[in-house]
């Protein structure tokens, strides 16, 4: 069976250089409930916030999503405007605490144009639209690395997972082996010890019929096997769907260690009881893999 499922970790990354400049996007994603998504993006790309998170929205469902878009121009436009009023003030001032001190000053001028409102660099206003042409392919190919990856450790957990639900179809087997016996030793001691409490002119044939009756009502498990290989018959289905599984397995392990529990409760074998703490140990696997799925 092809599995579709997807982990809720993964890595993608894409870059294009061109005589324009550079775009890189990196996706990264751990575990989380919902879906979250964390943009860094370079001053000024503020505006490709919301079309850079409906993107990546549209094609995962859950975990907390770090997205870096990094940008580097080569714009042949740009200009150096520098505010020559002010860099004369500071020269001069310059001059006159060098005069009244006594004392030379040194001043470079890397230094001056390092201050507030000396030097900027200016640049014609940016088409948007032609932006994101730009970042949109770069972005798609991060995308679809960043899914891939998810998918590959998807399959992965997915294997693992079909591995203890084998584990748990070979334990319930066993179980169903030593069901019959489990009850005959029961009507047999609990015959004995009836017939040795009551004594041989005390004993009442039809009631004690009667009480092994409801022993055998209570002690009935034929239910919870049932309900049991059903739920990992669905298990089986969820990780051959195309959809997102992980809310889905979390709700069907509750289910699986529900019967688990009820079967445990009623029967009173070393045995079988052993055998049910393995289903449990099992199911508590499952659990902890499904966590780490979409």
Same mark, same amino acid.
């Given at each position: 069976?092809?599995?579709?499922?997807?982990?809720?970790?993964?890595?993608? @990354?894409?870059?294009?250089?061109?005589?324009?400049?550079?775009?890189?996007?990196?996706?990264?994603?751990?575990?989380?409930?919902?879906?979250?998504?964390?943009?860094?993006?370079?001053?000024?790309?503020?505006?490709?916030?919301?079309?850079?998170?409906?993107?990546?929205?549209?094609?995962?469902?859950?975990?907390?999503?770090?997205?870096?878009?990094?940008?580097?121009?080569?714009?042949?436009?740009?200009?150096?405007?520098?505010?020559?009023?002010?860099?004369?003030?500071?020269?001069?001032?310059?001059?006159?605490?060098?005069?009244?001190?006594?004392?030379?000053?040194?001043?470079?001028?890397?230094?001056?144009?390092?201050?507030?409102?000396?030097?900027?660099?200016?640049?014609?206003?940016?088409?948007?639209?032609?932006?994101?042409?730009?970042?949109?392919?770069?972005?798609?190919?991060?995308?679809?690395?960043?899914?891939?990856?998810?998918?590959?450790?998807?399959?992965?957990?997915?294997?693992?997972?079909?591995?203890?639900?084998?584990?748990?179809?070979?334990?319930?087997?066993?179980?169903?082996?030593?069901?019959?016996?489990?009850?005959?030793?029961?009507?047999?001691?609990?015959?004995?010890?009836?017939?040795?409490?009551?004594?041989?002119?005390?004993?009442?044939?039809?009631?004690?019929?009667?009480?092994?009756?409801?022993?055998?009502?209570?002690?009935?498990?034929?239910?919870?096997?049932?309900?049991?290989?059903?739920?990992?018959?669905?298990?089986?289905?969820?990780?051959?769907?195309?959809?997102?599984?992980?809310?889905?397995?979390?709700?069907?392990?509750?289910?699986?260690?529900?019967?688990?529990?009820?079967?445990?409760?009623?029967?009173?074998?070393?045995?079988?009881?052993?055998?049910?703490?393995?289903?449990?140990?099992?199911?508590?696997?499952? @659990?902890?893999?499904?966590?780490?799925?979409?």
């Amino acid at each position: 069976m092809l599995t579709m499922i997807s982990s809720l970790t993964g890595f993608g @990354r894409a870059s294009k250089t061109d005589n324009t400049g550079r775009v890189s996007v990196e996706l990264k994603s751990v575990n989380n409930r919902f879906l979250q998504i964390d943009t860094h993006l370079p001053y000024g790309y503020n505006w490709a916030d919301g079309a850079m998170r409906q993107y990546v929205s549209n094609v995962i469902s859950r975990g907390k999503v770090y997205l870096h878009l990094e940008i580097v121009d080569y714009n042949p436009n740009q200009d150096v405007i520098i505010n020559k009023p002010l860099l004369n003030k500071l020269i001069a001032l310059n001059d006159e605490i060098s005069e009244s001190t006594g004392k030379k000053l040194p001043m470079a001028l890397d230094g001056l144009l390092s201050l507030p409102g000396v030097m900027k660099v200016d640049s014609e206003e940016a088409d948007n639209d032609e932006l994101w042409k730009r970042i949109e392919p770069v972005l798609a190919e991060a995308v679809k690395a960043f899914v891939e990856a998810r998918k590959r450790e998807g399959e992965n957990l997915a294997n693992d997972i079909k591995q203890h639900a084998q584990v748990m179809r070979e334990t319930i087997a066993k179980i169903e082996k030593l069901l019959p016996e489990f009850k005959a030793n029961f009507i047999t001691k609990f015959t004995e010890r009836i017939k040795e409490l009551a004594g041989q002119a005390g004993f009442d044939e039809s009631r004690l019929g009667m009480e092994i009756a409801l022993w055998v009502d209570r002690s009935d498990v034929s239910e919870e096997i049932a309900r049991l290989y059903s739920h990992l018959k669905e298990l089986d289905n969820i990780l051959g769907s195309d959809k997102p599984a992980g809310r889905r397995l979390d709700f069907l392990v509750q289910e699986l260690n529900r019967e688990a529990n009820t079967l445990s409760s009623k029967i009173n074998d070393f045995a079988i009881t052993q055998l049910a703490l393995d289903l449990k140990c099992e199911i508590e696997k499952i @659990r902890e893999q499904a966590q780490n799925i979409e």
